[in-house]
T-cell receptor
Framework: NAGVTQTPKFQVLKTGQSMTLQCAQD?????MYWYRQDPGMGLRLIYY???????DKGEVPNGYNVSRLNKREFSLRLESAAPSQTSVYFC?????????????FGPGTRLTVL | RKEVEQDPGPFNVPEGATVAFNCTYS??????FFWYRQDCRKEPKLLMS???SGNEDGRFTAQLNRASQYISLLIRDSKLSDSATYLC??????????FGRGTSLIVHP
């Protein structure tokens, strides 16, 4: 089992360019999440999907869109990248959206916007 | 005020020392709590869940104090390999995890 995979691992964009970050999990999890992590800021939730067919905004959704393509895949799209979106992006999954449920994280995508 | 507060550190301790971190939370309706470990430039991984009665896993002990709204992590007999950032996570009634900013631990020889 690969767990949670993310592509690409690294990306450099120019301001205004668009891109999609891909995430897939092979653990048959219902819930998936996208976070960004900036120095000194910890992990902040961008969007989440409690189950296939649903998506909801997290703490910092502006400038992003998501698609829960199927149970396995949850993508994050930047339509018009800005330097403020330079960050490390982590995708995570968990079995259910319940109290004691471990999240499993992908290895992250390091994005730089020039 | 951020919902989950942690002292960023770094906590710089010698091998074999005992070190403790606290994490305070503002939502008194929080359902559950966790400690995650994050190594430099890697993804976070679950270290342990925090139960109301407290729980222990080898050298690690987690405690919850609902009256004062904080959780703690105690590491005994620190190893060099314990050097990492420790993230406190709170689960509110919405079950959407809220992460603290992390506490950095450096264990030196």
């Amino acid at each position: 089992n690969a767990g949670v995979t993310q592509t690409p691992k690294f990306q450099v964009l120019k301001t205004g360019q668009s891109m999609t970050l891909q995430c897939a999990q092979d653990m048959n999890h219902n819930s998936m999440y996208w976070y960004r992590q900036d120095p000194g800021m910890g992990l902040r939730l961008i969007y989440y999907s409690a189950s296939e067919g649903t998506t909801d905004k997290g703490e910092v959704p502006n400038g992003y869109n998501v698609s829960r393509l199927n149970k396995r895949e949850f993508s994050l799209r930047l339509e018009s990248a800005a330097p403020s979106q330079t960050s490390v992006y982590f995708c995570a999954s968990s079995g259910e959206l319940v109290a004691y449920n471990e999240q499993f994280f992908g290895p992250g995508t390091r994005l730089t916007v020039l | 005020r951020k919902e989950v507060e942690q002292d960023p550190g770094p906590f710089n301790v010698p091998e074999g020392a005992t070190v403790a971190f606290n994490c305070t939370y503002s939502n008194s309706a929080s359902q559950s709590f966790f400690w995650y470990r994050q190594d430099c430039r890697k993804e976070p991984k679950l270290l342990m869940s925090v139960y109301s009665s407290g729980n222990e896993d080898g050298r690690f002990t987690a405690q919850l104090n609902r009256a004062s709204q904080y959780i703690s992590l105690l590491i005994r007999d620190s190893k060099l390999s314990d050097s990492a950032t420790y993230l406190c996570v709170m689960m509110p009634p919405t079950y959407i995890p809220t992460f603290g900013r992390g506490t950095s631990l450096i264990v030196h020889p």
